[in-house]
C-alpha cells in the first residue's frame, strides 16, 4: 500500500497544525460559525444530534493493522469505544469534542492517515473496487489512480469551494465493484486495442434527490491524460454548476440541464487547452506509484487445499462462510476474505475497539498485513490463504465477526438516519436491525440468494436506497415516519434506479412488506440459479406491486 | 409552548436554554416559553451565546407536557433529548435515573 | 473597491478609483469599471490615458476579455461570498490560459484560509472586506500549509525532487 515520504508526512502535520489554529480563532471568536463551519467540514468534523462527527477517511478503503488499531484506539480515548464504516469506505466517530479533534487529527498523522476533505464542497475520498489488487478480473489495480487522484485533489486551490461535494470512484474491471456510475466521476480502468492501459470516463451520475446514472463521456481516456481530463471536468463544473439551489448544485444537474453532447463538448474544449500541461502524467510517476501497490509475493500453492476442504465438510457453519465471504483471488490457493459487520440485529458498519483490534492482529497473523473497507459498509482481506480460512473464521466468529451473509439480505447498507443524523427525517437503523432478525435464518437467506438492500433515512440517500434491489426510503409524514420501498436499483456496470412501487409503509409494516417482496421473488424466481435482481428483469414490478397493493 | 435548543460549542453536547440565561444538559431543567414575545427574547439571548462561543446553533422547538413531564413533540427532537434509540447505553438517556 | 489592499507582504493605500460609465473618465489615475461596462465600450476606456482594471462578477466569463488583455492592468476577482469559488477558477483561466500579466487582485469576502489558495491560482493582491482578513494577512496567520500536492503558476514555489507535481513554497 501506499506509505507516506517525509513530504506527505509533513504536509499532514501542516495540515493538523492549520486545523488546531482554525479551531483555536473559533474558540477565541475570531472565526464565526459560519465562517469556521466550511473549514472544519473540509476536515471532516460536522455537527449531529447528540454531538461532533469526525469522519476519517480511509483512501480508497486501504489500511493496515497499525492503522486500524489506532483507529480503536481513538474510538476507546476520545470516543464511546467504537466507530461506523460508512459507504465511501471511511470511518465515522459519532461522540468526539471539539476541543480534542486537534489531538485526534495528530494521532492520526501519526499512522499516516486523515480527515482532509472527507466532507464539504470539496473533491471527497476517491473510492476504489475493495477486492483492487486481488481480483482475478481487474485489468490494473485502480488504487494506484486513486491514490495519484487523491494527491492531486488534496488543498486543490482552485476546486475547494465548488457548488456542492463531488465523488470520484474507480473500479479495475469489467464488472463494477465501486458503483462508478452513480458518482460525479466514474472511472472505469479498461484497455484500447493497441493493449494500452486507459479509463472509460462517466461523468454527472448521482443518488441524492434526484438519482441519475452517469453518461459517458470517454470509452477511452489514455491514462497519462487522467489529471488533464478531471481538471477539465472540475473546471466546467466549478464555472458553470448551479449555486442558486443547494439541491440542484451537483454535477449531474448541470450534466441533465446542459445534455451530454454539450458537457462533453465543453470539456474536451477545456481539455485541449489543459493537455500536454503541467498536469501530464509522466510514465515513471505512474511506475513509482505502482510499486508502492506491489501485491505480495504469493506462495505457489495448489488450486484446493485438501485442508480445507476436509474443514468445510465438517463444519456447516465454515461452509456457509466460504460459500458468501470468499472472492476468487488471482493466485492460486489464495483467496479476498470478507468479514461482515452485519451481526444479526446490529447496526450496519458498526464495530467495536474490541473487533477492530482483533481484525488488526488478523491481518498481521494471516493477510499480509492489508485491510480493505468496502462501500458495502464490510472488512474485507484481500490476500488471505485458503488454508488459514479456517482458524481466521473460527477468531472472527469467537469475536462476533463470523456472519456468512457477504451479499445477502442481511448484508443491508444502511445510513446512520435520526438516530444520528441532522438531515435525516427518519431511523435506518432500527429497520436494518429488524430485517435481518426477521431473516436471521442462514439457512433462508442463502436460499434466498444475492439480495442488496439497501436503507436510506432521507431523500439524500446516503443509504444509497435508489440502487438497492430492494430500497428503503425513510420520510417523515406529519411527525410519522414512513418508509417508501423501491425495486429494481443496482450499482453494477448494469446501473439502473429503483422503481417505487407505491405508497409508503409506517414503521411496524415495513419489514412485512420487504418479507412480501422476498416470498413473491421465491414464488416465481425460473429456479434457484435466477437472483432476485434477474426475475425482477424478467417480469417487471407488475408481482411485486400486487402483492404489496393487491390488484385493485 | 416552546423552548429553545442548541449544541454546546466545546463538545456539542445537546442543551436547552434554562431560566436564567444559563444552557442546561436536561430538558426537564429548560425554561418553558408559552408567549410568542417570550419565545423571541429567549432567541435573543440565545444569539448571545452563540456571538459569545458557548452554543452553536440555536432554535426554537415544540414541546408538550405529558402526565405532568416536558417532552419535544418531534422524534428528533426526542431523540437528541435522550440519545441514539439504538442505543440505549449512550446520551443523555444513560446517564439518566 | 476597497481602501486599504495588501501586496507584496504590506498593506498599500488604495490607488484604483471606480468609476460608472456615464462619468467623464478621469485622466492619468488607475480607474475600474465593471466586466459589463467594459465590454460595452472597450475603445473608450482602453483609449484613456488612466489605467484601466475590470471588476469581475463571479458569472462573469474571464475568456471575454481575451481580446483586451493587453490594455489592463487590474483584474479585480470578486468573492462576494466566499462560499463561491468560481474566482478561483476565473484567475487560473486569467493567469494560465489568456496569459494575462496585469494584477489579479482578490476582492470582497474571502477568508484568510483561502488565500494561499488564491495566490496558487495567480491572485496576487488582496482587498478583503473583513478587517479580521486584513489583520491575519498582516500576520501571516493561516498560512501553516506551504507543502502542495499538485502543482501551480505561482512563482514562489518549487518542485520536490522525485515527485514530478509536488510543490514547496520557498518565500514562506
Not at chain 1, 385 to 395: A, S, Y
Request: charged share 25%.
Amino acid at each position: 500500500m501506499y506509505r507516506y515520504d517525509e513530504f506527505d508526512q509533513d504536509f499532514v502535520e501542516q495540515r493538523v497544525e492549520q486545523f488546531k489554529n482554525q479551531v483555536e480563532r473559533r474558540l477565541k471568536g475570531e472565526l464565526s460559525e459560519d465562517e469556521f463551519k466550511p473549514l472544519r467540514l473540509m476536515n471532516g468534523l460536522y455537527l449531529q444530534l447528540h454531538a461532533y462527527m469526525l469522519r476519517v477517511a480511509i483512501p480508497y478503503g486501504t489500511l493496515n493493522g497499525k492503522q486500524m488499531r489506532k483507529l480503536a484506539e481513538i474510538a476507546r480515548s476520545y470516543d464511546r469505544g467504537y466507530a461506523h464504516f460508512t459507504t465511501r469506505q471511511n470511518i465515522q466517530f459519532n461522540w468526539p469534542k471539539l476541543s480534542d479533534t486537534p489531538k485526534i487529527l495528530e494521532e492520526l498523522a501519526s499512522v499516516e492517515m486523515h480527515a482532509i476533505q472527507t466532507s464539504g464542497n470539496c473533491i471527497r475520498n476517491v473510492t476504489a473496487d475493495h477486492f483492487a489488487g486481488a481480483a482475478e478480473d481487474e485489468y490494473a489495480d485502480p488504487r494506484v489512480y486513486a491514490e495519484i487522484l487523491r494527491q492531486w485533489s488534496s488543498l486543490h486551490p482552485e476546486f475547494t469551494f465548488l457548488p456542492r461535494k463531488f465523488k470520484i470512484a474507480i473500479t479495475g474491471a469489467d464488472h463494477d465493484r465501486a458503483a462508478v456510475q452513480v458518482h460525479d466521476i466514474g472511472l472505469q480502468l479498461n484497455q484500447n486495442e493497441d493493449g494500452e492501459r486507459g479509463f472509460r470516463v462517466f461523468v454527472g451520475g448521482g443518488l441524492g434527490r434526484t438519482p441519475m446514472i452517469g453518461r459517458k463521456l470517454r470509452e477511452f481516456l489514455p491514462e497519462q491524460d487522467l489529471l488533464s481530463y478531471c481538471e477539465a471536468i472540475l473546471r466546467v463544473y466549478n464555472l458553470h454548476g448551479r449555486r442558486d439551489n443547494k439541491y440542484k448544485a451537483r454535477i449531474k444537474i448541470l450534466v441533465h440541464e446542459s445534455g451530454e453532447d454539450t458537457i462533453r463538448n465543453e470539456v474536451e474544449a477545456e481539455f485541449l487547452k489543459v493537455k500536454n500541461g503541467f498536469l501530464n502524467l509522466p510514465l515513471e510517476e505512474i511506475e513509482r506509484i505502482n510499486a508502492y501497490f506491489a501485491p505480495p509475493v504469493f506462495e505457489d500453492l495448489p488450486e484446493t487445499e485438501s485442508a480445507f476442504e476436509a474443514a468445510k465438510a465438517e463444519s456447516r457453519e465454515l461452509a456457509n462462510f466460504a460459500k458468501r465471504n470468499l472472492n476468487p483471488h488471482k493466485a492460486k490457493g489464495y483467496t479476498s476474505l470478507t468479514i461482515s459487520l452485519k451481526p444479526i440485529g446490529g447496526a450496519p458498519g458498526d464495530a467495536t475497539a474490541e473487533q477492530m483490534e482483533v481484525i488488526a492482529d488478523l491481518a498481521e497473523r494471516f493477510a499480509y498485513d492489508e485491510i480493505r473497507v468496502s462501500h458495502e459498509q464490510n472488512i474485507v482481506f484481500p490476500h488471505v490463504e485458503l488454508r488459514d480460512v479456517p482458524l481466521i473464521f473460527k477468531i472472527l466468529a469467537a469475536n462476533g465477526l463470523g456472519e456468512a451473509n457477504a451479499g445477502l439480505i442481511s448484508d443491508s447498507i444502511a445510513c446512520p438516519g435520526l438516530d444520528y443524523c441532522a438531515l435525516a427525517n427518519a431511523r435506518s437503523i432500527p429497520v436494518a436491525q429488524e430485517i435481518s432478525e426477521r431473516f436471521a435464518s442462514l439457512e433462508r437467506q442463502h436460499d434466498i440468494g444475492d439480495l442488496k438492500l439497501k436503507i436510506s433515512g432521507c431523500i439524500n440517500a446516503c443509504g444509497h436506497h435508489h440502487v438497492g434491489h430492494i430500497g428503503i426510503l425513510g420520510v417523515d409524514r406529519k411527525g410519522e415516519e414512513l418508509y417508501q420501498i423501491t425495486i429494481g436499483g443496482s450499482a453494477d456496470e448494469n446501473t439502473s434506479i429503483g422503481k417505487i412501487l407505491g405508497r409508503g409503509f409506517p414503521a411496524d409494516k415495513v419489514v412485512d412488506a420487504v418479507e412480501t417482496l422476498v416470498d413473491t421473488y421465491l414464488d416465481i424466481r425460473a429456479n434457484k440459479a435466477e437472483a432476485f435482481i434477474d426475475t425482477y428483469r424478467r417480469v417487471g414490478d407488475a408481482p411485486f406491486k400486487e402483492a404489496l397493493y393487491g390488484s385493485g | 409552548m416552546k423552548v429553545i435548543t442548541a449544541n454546546r460549542l466545546l463538545d456539542g453536547e445537546v442543551v436547552w436554554l434554562g431560566p436564567n440565561g444559563n444552557w442546561v444538559e436536561v430538558l426537564t431543567r429548560a425554561e418553558i416559553l408559552e408567549e410568542p414575545s417570550h419565545v423571541e427574547d429567549a432567541l435573543k439571548t440565545a444569539e448571545h451565546s452563540e456571538k459569545a462561543q458557548e452554543v452553536v446553533g440555536a432554535y426554537e422547538i415544540d414541546v408538550v407536557r405529558d402526565e405532568g413531564r416536558i417532552l419535544p413533540a418531534k422524534l428528533k427532537e426526542m431523540i437528541r433529548a435522550a440519545g441514539p434509540t439504538t442505543k440505549p447505553d449512550l446520551g443523555k438517556q444513560a446517564r439518566a435515573s | 473597491m476597497a481602501s486599504t489592499v495588501f501586496k507584496n507582504g504590506q498593506v498599500t493605500e488604495e490607488e484604483w478609483v471606480t468609476v460608472s460609465p456615464d462619468e467623464p473618465l478621469p485622466a492619468g489615475k488607475a480607474i475600474v469599471v465593471s466586466f459589463t461596462d467594459f465590454l460595452a465600450d472597450a475603445k473608450r476606456f482602453l483609449e484613456s490615458s488612466s489605467k484601466i482594471g475590470v471588476a469581475l462578477a463571479p458569472a462573469d466569463d474571464a475568456k471575454e476579455l481575451e481580446p483586451y488583455l493587453n490594455g489592463l492592468s487590474l483584474v479585480a476577482v470578486d468573492f462576494p461570498q466566499f462560499t463561491d469559488g468560481r474566482g478561483f477558477s476565473s484567475a487560473r483561466v486569467l493567469r494560465e490560459q489568456l496569459g494575462f500579466e496585469g494584477e489579479i487582485r482578490a476582492t470582497g469576502a474571502f477568508i484568510l484560509d483561502q488565500v494561499s489558495m488564491l495566490k496558487r491560482c495567480g491572485v496576487d493582491s488582496f482587498a478583503p472586506s473583513n478587517e479580521v482578513v486584513l489583520r491575519g494577512l498582516l500576520e501571516g496567520s493561516g498560512m501553516e500549509v506551504t507543502l502542495y500536492s499538485q502543482p501551480s503558476i505561482s512563482p514562489s514555489e518549487q518542485a520536490v525532487k522525485g515527485r514530478p507535481w509536488l510543490r514547496r513554497e520557498t518565500a514562506a
